[in-house]
């Protein structure tokens, strides 16, 4: 069985777009295991249960653990520490006069160590900061230097090793899974068929929190049927 480690944006997004049992039967029929550590199950369910504008979410997220295509993998105290000091490297990459610059949580740090440990080849993650940290982090030094309005400077050394220890990782969205979805014929049941089907879940997504823009949105729409 392959595996896609998530984390909890992803899983959020799709429980919130009501795309979530589509993306469990393409699992199921595809011989895929979704993985999530138990910091994940915190943020996503256990966490968010108790409230009641997220309760709904979190039971549909709680359900797909219980019927089998999400999988907790719990993490000892030693991988704990090196998600601890993933996190802590990640955050003194970029720096300004004032400090470092906060990026990496620890939800995100755990589902990059996570994916390393469990040999998966796909992380799926919404949050667009922590891929750029991976594949583009000097575009991300540029991002945030218009952000903060300041000079802001990378700490090379630690920068590259990041890239490097991650790179044969593919980070892929909720948007990326709900087109595949929709490709092979997942969606219909919740959502109908065709263009204006994928282009409802796909800005759904995107208003939900993923990180996709109206024009990658109208690529995916572009693509070859």
């Not at 199921?28 to 997220?54: F, H, M, Y």
């Not at 089998?68 to 720096?95: H, P, Q």
């Not at 004032?98 to 992380?123: D, P, S, Y």
């Amino acid at each position: 069985m392959k595996s896609i480690v998530f984390d909890s944006s992803t899983l959020i997004s799709l429980s919130s777009s009501c795309l979530f049992n589509a993306v469990g039967e393409l699992f199921k029929a595809s011989g895929l295991e979704a993985v999530i550590s138990s910091g994940v199950e915190a943020e996503s369910v256990l966490t968010p249960i108790n409230i009641k504008r997220l309760e709904l979410n979190a039971m549909r997220i709680r359900h797909g653990i219980e019927s089998g295509w999400i999988r907790i993998a719990g993490l000892d105290e030693s991988v704990n520490s090196e998600v601890t000091e993933l996190a802590g490297k990640a955050n003194s990459c970029f720096f300004t006069s004032l400090g470092n610059i906060t990026l990496l949580h620890r939800g995100e740090a755990e589902a990059l160590v996570l994916a390393e440990k469990t040999g998966a080849v796909v992380l799926a993650m919404d949050e667009r900061t922590t891929r750029m940290i991976v594949e583009e982090p000097e575009r991300l030094r540029k991002l945030l230097e218009k952000r903060h309005e300041c000079r802001v400077q990378k700490n090379q050394a630690v920068s590259e090793e990041i890239s490097k220890r991650f790179r044969g990782l593919k980070i892929v969205r909720s948007s990326e899974i709900a087109v595949l979805a929709f490709e092979k014929g997942f969606l219909s049941k919740e959502i109908g068929e065709g263009e204006k089907a994928l282009e409802a879940a796909l800005y759904s997504l995107k208003y939900q929190g993923c990180a996709i823009s109206s024009e990658e949105i109208e690529e995916f729409l572009g693509m070859p049927k």
